[in-house]
């Protein structure tokens, strides 16, 4: 078959012979394969960096509740100034994620004289729009962890994790860890205004 004769056949017989053309064709495959893998790619690579960065968020939480309560647990006696610069120290354990976003309760909760098991709050204060817990409320802590007329510093913090990827897929993820720690150098952390 001459090139005169391939170009007076119909369209249909054209397009079926550049479709067996390019199937003989190795760069074809090739460039098939490469359009069907390039988005799974594309969405595991981001999938990784959003659940990393997640679980780096989420350590990074623990790690605030945990030097927040490590820190008012070595004090005798704490201000509002001490309470400030802990939640201020405790919040740069965040950086580089946003720490506006971030919720912390510290409170000191006293065991009874007579019952280990009846524990209530003995101060509370709170930061980042979180709610500090009221004076002489109970308080429901593990079991164990009091012994009658003991104390135990208490730390809550909240995190609103919003990934600047998946945004619109998941929304904000709500990270929350709460930390016990007893006081080191007397029975009980005391709050002076």
Known sequence: MTISSKMNRPVLYRLSDFACSMLRDPRGMVAVE???IVPVMITL??????????MT??????NVAQTAADL????????????DDIFSASTAILSPFPTNVVKITV??????ASNANTTTVAWSKAYG?????STNAAVTLPAGLTTVGSSVIMVEVTYTYTSPIAEFITGPITMSEVAYLKPRRSVSVAFSS
Request: glycine fraction near 4%; charge should be positive.
């Open 72 to 83: 008012t647990a070595q004090v005798t006696t704490v201000s509002t100034s001490d309470l």
């Open 45 to 54: 690579y981001f999938g990784t960096i959003e659940t990393t960065n997640a």
């Open 57 to 62: 968020a989420a350590r990074r939480v623990t």
């Open 129 to 133: 729009g979180s709610t500090a817990r």
């Open 34 to 36: 490469f359009a069907l």
């Open 107 to 112: 409170t000191s909760v006293v065991a009874s």
